[in-house]
């Protein structure tokens, strides 16, 4: 199984980036994905996940900012990020987990994760 990351970037404060995860070895359209990240020092954070129902649910902190979507076609998950702020800055990893809903905001749950790209947010 491989979760390959892209799209990360060093921007500015209100800019747009897209995140994309590519997915291969698993049955794709079976799985849960997420975004997660993690700030140096910090602990990895939760900041949006889409069920293979494509129900959606997003961190407070990025609400009305980011858009999480998928393309089981092509076996990739997105991560549109708006308005990005300072605070955004972080490694983002993708993320597959078959696990329920009450449970995909947490880290435990997932099997399969990719190797982070990186996201600066300049002031």
């Known amino acids: 199984v491989q979760l390959q990351a892209s799209g990360g970037g060093l921007v500015q404060a209100g800019d747009s980036l897209r995140l994309s995860c590519g997915v291969s070895?698993?049955?794709?359209?079976?799985?849960?994905m997420a975004w997660f990240r993690q700030a140096p020092g910090k602990e990895r954070e939760f900041v949006s996940f889409?069920?293979?129902?494509?129900?959606?649910a997003y961190a407070d902190s990025v609400k009305g900012r980011f858009t999480i979507s998928r393309d089981n076609a092509e076996k990739k998950v997105y991560l549109q990020m708006d308005s990005l702020k300072p605070e955004d800055t972080a490694s983002y990893y993708c993320?597959?987990?078959?696990?329920?809903?009450?449970?995909?905001?947490?880290?435990?749950?997932?099997?399969?994760w990719g190797q982070g790209t990186q996201v600066t947010v300049s002031s």
């Open positions: 889409i069920t293979w129902t494509r129900s959606t």
């Open positions: 070895g698993l049955t794709f359209s079976s799985y849960s």
């Open positions: 993320a597959a987990s078959r696990g329920v809903y009450s449970s995909l905001a947490t880290t435990a749950v997932y099997n399969y």
